[in-house]
């Protein structure tokens, strides 16, 4: 709020405002020395101040002369005027036409610094706009840098455009204010990429004509100028794929995002030779009167800092040049990678690869990217398919409710058409927004997952109603089948993996403490995992009773012998993968019993909280969930307790029990067929742990008191136990 | 605080002084140069100040810079960077003078 109101007040308040207070005709009247004397007969620690002023409201107070909270007293400690654009082209001190190659190079390499370190989450005005030649390129006279300052403006524009839209990024992730720049929206898109273009050609005969020819003399002054001619070549036609490839992703055709891959392939082609011409660009002066900013010509870090709110970072630190082309190249890949998004038409698929992306801690571009591919105009998805239309697949693919086969009487029924409609309908909103949520940066995922529960278990109570309507349907019309709980297992499913997303984040987020681990994991495997397993072997029962149906009927039309074929059941990997994870939690959670057994695991002294708070806590989200029913922490004390078992284990048998499950795991991931990396990472701490458990339950190292290690390298949410 | 009531006359008279300046209009220069220009809210024994809705105005030499203030809001100025203090004449006067007979 701070700084909306500093800037949006500039005109208004301060114009008018302010000489009125320092004109002349107010007189002001020195009392200093009063003051001073006055304050000195107050009392040490008394402060003097207006009734309805406090200490609460003076701890609030920006602390002036302190560097990091006075914005302003860097600005003047600088032993150099901040001259902005105009003044700096009135007084010389910045050139307009008559640019060397070097400086061209150097500048333009400065702003794709600039550019990165605002992508990266710091404002435009301490990145961008320290570039006094984007303030505006209708003053720049040298061609290839007014086409390069209007490039990057739109750039800028149209990423900010896609982030705003999107609607994914946070404080820590984004800086959407442009301080009142104008991001060259005189010029249209289609003149800037020409304006491009036509640089790119002339540079182009010039890189030609300096080019070597056979049998000639190379002079080394003209071959320093090939070099050059071709660094500016590349960097003119790096920005102008760039932002081709961004307008590409404006437009509403599918095709249009291959042609953004096309575009993004080309620019990464270019990054090696932009990387290996660095060292032609101009490079910055260190100003030694501060040990301050590198100064660079056309470059001002200070000349925005008074339109900065009174409480901001200082100085954004600007990237080196050298991991310039390091970012641009994983930016290019994850760019790339969003674009191939649109062969996924499976909701569950694509689902999948919003996680799987996330999962690589993307940029806020290429997150924001993701999401308006998806939902264009928050229509359509890939601006082709209605998103009812998606939904209805996926419950195809997962349940085939009888309701959706066009075998089966409901599917033209009036009634059940609307049940099933009107239900499709409300599951399109919280399924845009579970989506919208793997697009935000990790952290904040883990609080919208807990959120978005709450809309799930509306809709997990009208599936189990929907559901129970179509059956009584089903039963007046065709009494041989069933329409049980097809919707309600879909939903279930899906209540169900975010919640296991909920409790493994925590791993990743590094949330839980150690002596934590034994009831998430617990939750995690007894509870979580074991209702997944059964819901998705519902749903695979039920896809075979349709088709058993769709068999039958076809044995009765034609005399065909059904062909007998053993086809891969859909949903197997998916539960072979939950068999895994599932023991995996249960041997994780057997080792922590274990380990506190053996007194080694830290607890803390329970002052003003118990374990049973934290519990409560941690699974606190579930409680809004019907199916599964959350588990109170005394259930879990029951459940867990070790006292029911004759004769209780002891801790070397749960090392043997985790040992075994970690056994279990390994095989039941070796032997899937296809292993992709998240198989092999997992195997990696499934074979050490199982070792390390059997080597526990021997009595190895048992009188050993030092804590174990958790090694969460390997695998985000499994662990390698160390013992030291 | 009972203390209080028995101190010397001339301190109740300096905290009268200065209670009576309290929200009103105050500048300061501080010992960079620039000026800050708002109400002013609190103080203590080292002449720390508070200025509520404060303005910055920079050094009046500057004169590229010149111009707009910025707005700072709640600012605390540390006792030992404060240069001078001035205050409206028209405000000090409805506070019953500051300066006494003058």
């Known amino acids: 709020m701070v700084m909306k109101s500093s800037v949006d007040d500039d005109d208004a308040g301060w114009g008018l405002g302010i000489p009125e207070k320092m004109r002349n005709n107010v007189n002001w009247v020195d009392v200093t020395h009063e003051f001073k004397g006055a304050c000195k007969e107050l009392n040490l620690g008394e402060l003097l101040h207006d009734k309805l002023f406090g200490l609460f409201e003076a701890m609030s107070a920006i602390e002036m002369m302190d560097p990091k909270m006075d914005a302003g007293m860097i600005g003047n400690q600088v032993n150099r005027k901040v001259l902005n654009f105009e003044q700096a082209v009135k007084d010389n001190a910045i050139k307009v036409r008559d640019l060397s190659l070097p400086e061209l190079i150097g500048i333009i390499d400065t702003c794709f610094c600039c550019l990165i370190t605002w992508l990266e989450g710091h404002s435009l005005a301490q990145t961008v706009f320290t570039c006094l030649y984007v303030h505006s390129p209708d003053l720049i006279e040298d061609p290839a840098l007014k086409a390069f300052a209007l490039g990057i403006l739109k750039v800028c524009d149209i990423a900010r455009e896609k982030v705003n839209k999107a609607a994914v990024f946070e404080e820590e992730d984004f800086q959407a204010m442009t301080y009142g720049f104008k991001m060259a929206n005189n010029v249209t898109d289609l003149r800037v990429t020409g304006m491009l273009k036509d640089v790119e050609e002339e540079l182009q005969r010039k890189v030609k004509s300096t080019r070597s020819r056979q049998g000639e003399q190379r002079n080394p002054e003209v071959e320093l100028e090939h070099q050059q001619y071709l660094a500016l070549f590349n960097r003119i036609k790096f920005i102008r794929l760039l932002l081709t490839a961004l307008i590409a992703f404006t437009k509403k055709e599918t095709s249009s995002v291959g042609e953004a891959q096309k575009l993004m392939a080309q620019a990464a082609d270019l990054l090696s030779a932009i990387h290996s011409s660095i060292q032609h660009g101009i490079q910055s002066q260190n100003d030694t009167t501060k040990g301050d900013h590198p100064i660079m010509m056309g470059f001002e870090p200070l000349v925005n800092q008074r339109l900065l709110p009174p409480t901001f970072p200082r100085y954004a630190k600007i990237i080196k040049r050298e991991d310039m082309v390091v970012y641009f190249s994983k ?24 996680c799987e992306f996330s999962e690589q801690s993307p940029c806020v571009l290429s997150r924001s990217l993701l999401q308006t591919t998806f939902l264009i105009d928050n229509k359509k998805v890939f601006g082709t398919h209605l998103m009812q239309d998606m939904i209805k697949d996926a419950l195809r693919c997962f349940v085939s409710p009888p309701v959706l086969s066009s075998k089966c009487c409901l599917f033209n029924n009036h009634q059940a058409k609307d049940y099933i409609d009107s239900f499709v309908t409300h599951c399109s909103r919280p399924f845009c927004s579970l989506i919208q949520i793997h697009g935000h940066n990790r952290a904040r995922q883990r609080d919208k997952l807990g959120h978005i529960l709450e809309e799930f278990a509306t809709l997990q109570d009208e599936a189990e109603k929907v559901d129970a309507a179509l059956h009584g349907l089903l039963m007046k019309l065709e009494p041989q089948r069933q329409h049980l709980a097809c ?45 997944l397993m059964s819901t998705l072997s519902r749903a695979d029962s039920s896809q075979m009773a349709e088709e058993r149906i769709a068999e039958e009927q076809q044995k009765g039309r034609s005399s065909k012998k059904a062909k007998k074929k053993k086809k891969v059941r859909p949903l197997s990997k998916e539960i072979t993968m939950s068999q895994a994870y599932q023991n995996m939690c249960a041997g994780m959670y057997k080792t922590m019993v274990a380990l506190d057994m053996d007194g080694k695991v830290r607890k803390p002294s329970f002052e003003l909280d ?16 019907v199916t599964p029913p959350p588990v109170h922490y005394i259930q879990f004390k029951e459940m867990s307790d070790l006292k029911k078992y004759n004769p209780p284990p002891g801790s070397s048998d749960l090392y043997l029990a985790a040992s075994k499950h970690f056994q279990q795991a390994k095989l039941i991931l070796e032997n899937v067929s296809t292993p992709d990396p998240e198989v092999n990472r997992i195997l990696k701490v499934a074979k050490p742990n199982m070792v390390v458990m059997k080597l526990l339950a021997g009595g190895h190292k048992k009188e050993n008191k030092v804590l174990p290690e958790f090694d969460f390298s390997v695998h985000k949410y499994f662990p390698l136990v160390k013992i030291i | 605080m009972a203390p209080l009531q028995l101190e010397a006359p001339s301190s109740s008279q300096a905290r009268q002084k200065l209670e009576g300046l309290l929200n009103k209009n105050m500048r300061i220069r501080m010992t960079d140069g620039r000026t800050l220009v708002g109400l002013f809210l609190c103080t203590d024994r080292d002449c720390n100040v508070i200025l509520g809705s404060a303005q910055e105005f920079l050094k009046s030499s500057d004169m590229f810079s010149q111009g707009e203030p910025r707005v700072l809001g709640l600012a605390m100025i540390p006792g030992h960077h404060v240069v001078s203090i001035e205050v409206e004449a028209d405000t000090l006067a409805d506070a019953q003078c500051f300066r006494g007979s003058h």
């Open chain 1, 487 to 531: 919707l309600g297992t879909w939903i279930l499913y899906h209540n169900l993996r975010i919640m296991i997303q909920y409790l493994l984040s925590g791993f990743e987020l590094e949330l839980y403490s150690m002596h934590e681990y034994y009831y998430i994991y617990w939750y995690l495997s007894e509870f979580l995992y074991a209702w």
């Open chain 1, 331 to 354: 930016l290019i890949e994850r760019i790339k990678t969003v674009c191939d998004v649109i062969n996924t038409i499976n909701l569950h698929g694509i689902l999948d690869f919003f």
């Open chain 1, 610 to 625: 118990s374990e049973q708070v934290r519990y409560e806590h941690r699974f606190a989200p579930f409680n809004s969930v």
